[in-house]
């Protein structure tokens, strides 16, 4: 099957036995039956195969893992209670104390509070450097490198970042590589495929795709995620709810038409914004004007839904314009069906210090859209309006 169709029926089959459901039915069991004290022991052992336990799998959400895996092209997936339940899992897992990882440093903001501030706290050393710089990269490389991470394209600046480099600087020195994929899951983007270990989800994005869930995934190769699952995943407890599993299974489906639209509507406001008066700078990998368009093209199939801009004016007329708009929500998130607007400095990334945020090149008068589903015309007419006020 191709990907499209795969999204659909992928997880379906056999999952219900009993009636033949089209769509995955919901297993609220948190526990399920032995037919004897044998099979139970069987099952136990790994012998036999067959749930035991929610909190290990359960039907309806190892019908999404099934999904996951194929979304990626990757052996195995495990879906998590949230994004930041897989990032956790996936860092905790692959590294111990006296170990040291180097991760890109503009992430998304708990990400960077996780490994900045939380990791050294377990003896992690962390290198936060620009891992595009492929110099500084290999100076941070020694033999208590355990893993490079980054996310591409980043978040708010849509920054891209090389991952076949990267990949074959990770296989010189038999580095494992993660990449959080949330701001472009396939068709968009597929690092699994170009050579990456583990690809991150957060599920409550694009997959997901209508703001009414909260799910995370960690995908990869049966060699890396077994042993994940085996001796981290069941005792850390990042289970999903059957619940949301149903919740992502049906957001699928449809993720490849959303992001079609999504991507077409965010190159027309990107170009929009690009001509407006009151526009600085617009940062979207879709733009010619963009300093990496041609990497962004290289490994990417569009340039996704989400964009940022500078408006003309600093903070206080940024400030004007999420309070203008009337369509379009003023609210944190992305890769919904609706759009979404709101102000990096003072909500994704107020955990930042001032200085980070600096660093990192994101001003005080940064604007991030997350451009939906909507008519393009009624976006570009909400923004005309909105800008009007300012
Ligand atoms: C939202 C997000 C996360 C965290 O996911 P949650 O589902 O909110 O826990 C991680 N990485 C990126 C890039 C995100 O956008």
């Known amino acids: 099957m191709k990907s499209s169709s795969k999204n659909i029926h992928i997880g379906v089959h056999k999952s219900d036995p009993y009636f033949n459901s089209v769509v995955p039915p919901i297993y609220p069991s948190s526990t399920y039956r032995f037919a004897n004290a044998h099979e ?6 790994g012998k036999k195969k067959g749930v035991i336990y929610s909190r290990f799998t359960n039907p309806t959400v190892y019908a999404l893992e099934k999904r996951l895996a194929a979304l990626e092209g990757a052996e195995r997936a495990l879906a998590t209670s949230s994004g930041m339940a897989a990032i956790m899992l996936t860092l905790l897992h692959f590294l111990k104390s006296g170990d040291s990882i180097v991760a890109h440093n503009v992430l998304y903001g708990g990400t960077y509070e996780f490994i900045g501030r939380i990791l050294p706290r377990y003896g992690i050393k962390v290198h936060l450097i620009n891992v595009n710089d492929t110099t500084s990269l290999e100076k941070c490389i020694d033999k208590t490198t355990k893993m490079i991470y980054f996310e591409t394209p980043t978040n708010p600046l849509l920054e ?17 590589t993660v990449v959080d994929n949330t701001f472009a899951p396939p068709p968009m983007q597929y690092p699994h495929k170009m050579g990456v270990d583990i690809v991150i989800h957060s599920l409550t994005k694009y997959i997901g795709g209508h703001s009414d869930l909260i799910g995370g995934a960690i995908i990869g190769s049966l060699e890396k995620i077994s042993p994940l699952y085996l001796h981290s995943y069941i005792f850390f407890g990042p289970t999903m709810s059957p619940f949301t599993a149903f919740l992502v299974l049906r957001g699928l489906t449809t993720l490849e038409i959303r992001l079609k639209k999504q991507t077409e509507n965010a190159e027309k406001v990107a170009k929009f914004l690009e001509k407006h008066s009151k526009v600085e700078k617009v940062y979207y990998p879709g733009l010619v004007s963009h300093p990496q368009y041609d990497l962004a093209k290289k490994q990417m199939n569009g340039a996704g839904g989400v964009l940022s801009f500078e408006v003309k004016g600093g903070y206080q007329a940024g400030e004007k314009l999420v309070n203008a708009v009337k369509m379009i929500t003023l609210a944190v998130s992305l890769g919904a069906v609706e759009s979404l607007i709101e102000h990096p400095a003072s909500m994704t990334h107020s955990e930042l210090t001032p200085d980070e945020r600096k660093k990192s090149g994101i001003s005080d008068s940064l604007i991030r859209l ?5 008519d393009i015309a009624d976006i570009i007419e909400d923004l005309t309006q909105a800008f009007q006020k300012i």
């Open 370 to 374: 997350a451009i939906g589903i909507e």
């Open 40 to 45: 139970g022991a069987l099952r136990f052992s």
């Open 160 to 176: 891209i970042i090389d991952i076949a480099k990267i990949v074959n600087i990770a296989k010189k020195y038999k580095i494992l």
